[in-house]
């Protein structure tokens, strides 16, 4: 029978820890101290509490999964710090510029080609308001379209691989995370395409929202395009086919791939003269505070999916949906429905260390796959990064740019077309599965 004072305590700590989130407190803190109180609560015994803490830390250090995340953190802040972002954009910018909405669609390539090197949209937003948005004035473009188009397109670096969040949502979910990028290539793909779409279309039916004039100047001679691909693309397609290539070629482990594609970018910058020793400590310095701040996520959500277990919310909420018959579409609706409301007051990674624990027992009977249903997770979180009041990316943007003449408000308005074609994406991949599955 189930015992109702262990749920209460189990929900009354998913509230605390909203609202912990909500009132300034850092993700991995309000899990944490909320989780050892609920099993404090629970239990009454102060060395279960700690015993649970001290096994939740051991687990989540030992996971073999883990040693990604420091190795391609690294090799994205090598590869922003060598300018590849920057080259990629010139390359795009060259080839689209006499596109009516030509530099927006630069801007979404270039950040999908950009994204499969770094696995970051805050990378991402930094690199392409420095300069995208530049770029995009100059020629007139709406500056809430300006900021926008790099406010939506940063989201890329969430979805395609190699991605933190698919990193995370692997190790919460004991998934293959070698999986979890394969089944990411085709959402991201499909993602970049509906916001270059979006863009031809907002060209044609709101003009002055884009704004922009076609520049006169003319395109590269097919042989200057030739070598600026080679130079320009060429090392981020190298970058690619050492992770990517190695994981799916089964020549390396995600483990392995990451310390190939950090040291190949490491080369790369170092032949291209854009990386010092004071860059590369930088980024060894940055790496370890990355590092060390999702591993605390990491051991703050291992708690708590313990006490959520402890507690029996999890089995108590598939008995509640199986006992109201709820039907598939129903599930999916409530699901994504809770992915957007968290998404306007919390980071995706903490959508993901609290919202999945408490739905994987939920899962079974209806046969979801749980590598479809990561991709699911990370788009519709993502959606979060564009919309108010957090919007992560958002912020990076106005922070970055530093002009008095694009407030807040105008990030948040150039990137809600965004946010809508991301909300279309995440409805297609929904009823499409097999859009995230082909390729495994």
Same mark, same amino acid.
Not at 53 to 63: E, F, I, N, Q
Not at 262 to 270: D, F, M, N, R, Y
């Given at each position: 029978?189930?015992?109702?004072?262990?749920? &209460?305590?189990?929900?009354?700590?998913?509230?605390?820890?909203?609202?912990?989130? @909500?009132?300034?407190?850092?993700?991995?803190?309000?899990?944490?101290?909320?989780?050892?109180?609920?099993?404090?609560?629970?239990?009454?015994?102060?060395?279960?509490?700690?015993?649970?803490?001290?096994?939740?830390?051991?687990?989540?250090?030992?996971?073999? $999964?883990?040693? $990604?995340?420091?190795?391609?953190?690294?090799?994205?802040?090598? /590869?922003?710090?060598?300018?590849?972002?920057?080259?990629?954009?010139?390359?795009?910018?060259?080839?689209?510029?006499?596109?009516?909405?030509?530099?927006?669609?630069?801007?979404?390539?270039?950040?999908?080609?950009?994204?499969?090197?770094?696995?970051?949209?805050?990378?991402?937003?930094? #690199?392409?308001?420095?300069?995208? %948005?530049?770029?995009?004035?100059?020629?007139?473009?709406?500056?809430?379209?300006?900021?926008?188009?790099? &406010?939506?397109?940063?989201?890329?670096?969430?979805?395609?691989?190699?991605? #933190?969040?698919?990193? %995370?949502?692997?190790?919460?979910?004991?998934?293959?995370?070698?999986?979890?990028?394969?089944?990411?290539?085709? +959402?991201?793909?499909?993602?970049?395409?509906?916001?270059?779409?979006?863009?031809?279309?907002?060209?044609?039916?709101?003009?002055?929202?884009?704004?922009?004039?076609?520049?006169?100047?003319?395109?590269?001679?097919?042989?200057?395009?030739?070598?600026?691909?080679?130079?320009?693309?060429?090392?981020?397609?190298?970058? /690619?086919?050492?992770?990517?290539?190695?994981?799916?070629?089964?020549?390396?482990?995600?483990?392995?791939?990451?310390?190939?594609?950090?040291?190949?970018?490491?080369?790369?910058?170092?032949?291209?003269?854009?990386?010092?020793?004071?860059?590369?400590?930088?980024?060894?310095?940055?790496?370890?505070?990355?590092?060390?701040?999702?591993?605390?996520?990491?051991?703050?959500?291992?708690? @708590?999916?313990?006490?959520?277990?402890?507690?029996?919310?999890?089995?108590?909420?598939?008995?509640?949906?199986?006992?109201?018959?709820?039907?598939? &579409?129903?599930?999916?609706?409530?699901?994504?429905?809770?992915?957007?409301?968290?998404?306007?007051?919390?980071?995706?990674?903490?959508?993901?260390?609290? #919202?999945?624990?408490?739905?994987?027992?939920?899962?079974?009977?209806?046969?979801?796959?749980?590598?479809?249903?990561?991709?699911? $997770?990370?788009?519709?979180?993502?959606?979060?990064?564009?919309?108010?009041?957090?919007?992560?990316?958002?912020?990076?943007?106005?922070?970055?740019?530093?002009?008095?003449?694009?407030?807040?408000?105008?990030?948040?308005?150039?990137?809600? +077309?965004? &946010?809508?074609?991301?909300?279309?994406?995440? /409805?297609?991949?929904?009823?499409?599965?097999?859009?995230?599955?082909?390729?495994?």
């Amino acid at each position: 029978m189930m015992d109702f004072s262990s749920v &209460a305590v189990g929900i009354s700590s998913i509230v605390a820890i909203i609202l912990f989130i @909500y009132a300034g407190a850092h993700i991995a803190v309000a899990l944490g101290i909320i989780s050892f109180v609920g099993v404090l609560f629970l239990k009454g015994n102060l060395d279960v509490a700690l015993n649970l803490l001290s096994l939740a830390m051991a687990d989540s250090v030992s996971d073999e $999964t883990f040693a $990604t995340v420091p190795l391609f953190v690294m090799m994205g802040l090598v /590869v922003s710090r060598c300018g590849l972002g920057r080259d990629v954009y010139e390359f795009g910018n060259d080839v689209f510029r006499g596109l009516r909405g030509g530099l927006g669609i630069a801007t979404v390539a270039a950040n999908a080609i950009f994204a499969a090197v770094t696995g970051s949209s805050i990378a991402s937003a930094s #690199v392409f308001s420095k300069v995208a %948005i530049p770029e995009m004035i100059r020629y007139q473009y709406g500056r809430r379209f300006a900021v926008g188009i790099v &406010a939506g397109s940063s989201v890329l670096g969430m979805i395609i691989p190699p991605s #933190v969040m698919l990193i %995370i949502y692997a190790v919460v979910t004991e998934q293959s995370v070698g999986a979890m990028f394969l089944a990411g290539v085709l +959402p991201g793909i499909l993602l970049a395409v509906a916001f270059c779409a979006s863009i031809m279309i907002m060209a044609i039916v709101a003009p002055k929202f884009v704004g922009g004039v076609v520049s006169t100047q003319a395109r590269s001679s097919l042989s200057q395009l030739g070598r600026d691909a080679f130079t320009k693309l060429g090392p981020v397609a190298l970058l /690619v086919g050492v992770v990517l290539g190695g994981i799916y070629g089964g020549i390396l482990t995600p483990v392995e791939s990451g310390a190939a594609g950090t040291v190949a970018a490491a080369i790369l910058g170092a032949i291209k003269g854009r990386l010092n020793t004071k860059a590369i400590w930088g980024a060894l310095v940055d790496t370890g505070h990355i590092t060390a701040n999702i591993l605390f996520l990491i051991i703050a959500a291992s708690i @708590y999916s313990r006490m959520l277990g402890i507690a029996g919310l999890p089995t108590m909420f598939g008995e509640w949906l199986n006992a109201i018959q709820m039907s598939y &579409a129903g599930f999916m609706a409530l699901y994504v429905l809770l992915l957007l409301m968290l998404g306007t007051i919390i980071d995706t990674a903490s959508i993901i260390l609290i #919202v999945v624990p408490l739905f994987l027992p939920a899962l079974e009977p209806f046969g979801i796959n749980l590598i479809w249903f990561g991709i699911i $997770t990370v788009v519709g979180a993502e959606i979060g990064l564009l919309t108010p009041p957090f919007g992560i990316s958002c912020f990076v943007i106005k922070a970055t740019i530093d002009d008095p003449n694009i407030t807040l408000n105008d990030v948040f308005m150039g990137a809600l +077309p965004f &946010a809508a074609v991301m909300l279309g994406v995440l /409805v297609l991949l929904i009823v499409f599965p097999q859009i995230s599955l082909a390729l495994l």
